[in-house]
């Protein structure tokens, strides 16, 4: 079958005279898979986990309380002469990819929470974090691309450019998000209780995305938790 050059001027007209708005659930999914390629570490591994991160973030208050913690341990790492690491969060602790010394985290993660009780909300701020790096990726592209449409300059190339611009400005708003998702004080409330090295594999979308990871998991306990108490008569 010879290829017909019209099919493709006809596409060209399609998009270019406000058609692509038909296309916008494609341009949401194409910002959100650029997102976790170029601000995930260039790989597949920041989109098998940010799906399930971002709605455990939003909705589970623990998970944050691990996220903030889990953030300011990698800053302490990173203070300590550690390299810039990056890591997700559980319900029950944290996960820190590329380190394997198990002590060294959990010291820090002792250290970086004692700092949180004290006060220093900059530890909270990490600025690899590729999770909000996506997430302010998203959000800003979705803001132009509105702009743009409210005054009817929406077309191809405006939203493709959309979408370049929040590349770039992303790194510069994710630390405005982390303090807003991550200000609450819940994260005092948490207590370490050990750390261990795994190599986790870790799949998504039916398998169609996986990813091995080595790092520290880090495991947490809320301090306010009711213990019984055995009364003697």
């Known amino acids: 079958m010879r290829f017909n050059p019209l099919w493709l001027m006809l596409l060209f007209l399609f998009l270019f005279s406000g058609g692509w708005i038909l296309l916008m659930p494609l341009f949401l999914v194409m910002i959100l898979l650029c997102g976790g390629i170029f601000l995930a570490g260039a790989s597949t591994r920041g989109l098998t986990k940010a799906p399930r991160q971002i709605w455990d973030v939003l909705f589970n208050a623990r998970v944050r309380a691990n996220l903030t913690l889990c953030h ?15 890591g997700s969060a559980s319900a029950t602790g944290f996960f820190i990819d590329g380190i394997d010394d198990e002590n060294a985290v959990y010291e820090a993660s002792v250290q970086a929470l004692a700092r949180l009780k004290n006060g220093e909300k900059s530890l909270r701020i990490a600025a690899a974090s590729p ?23 929406a ?28 200000g609450s004080d819940d994260v005092t409330a948490l207590q370490v209780q050990g750390a261990t090295f795994r190599i986790l ?13 080595r790092g520290v998991e880090v495991s947490t306990a809320a301090k306010n938790v009711i213990e019984a108490e055995i009364v003697e008569d």
Request: charged share 10%; with cysteine; hydrophobic share 60%.
């Open 131 to 153: 999770l909000f790096r996506v997430v302010a990726m998203c959000l800003l592209a979705l803001f132009l691309v509105v702009l743009l449409a409210a005054a009817k300059s």
């Open 155 to 182: 077309n191809a190339v405006s939203v493709v450019a959309a979408v370049v611009l929040s590349w770039f400005v992303a790194p510069y708003v994710s630390p405005s998000l982390q303090g807003i998702a991550l």
């Open 201 to 213: 594999t870790v799949t998504a979308w039916g398998g169609r995305f996986s990813s091995v990871e």
């Open 72 to 86: 300011a341990a990698c800053n302490v790492l990173r203070r300590n002469g550690w390299p810039e690491l990056t």
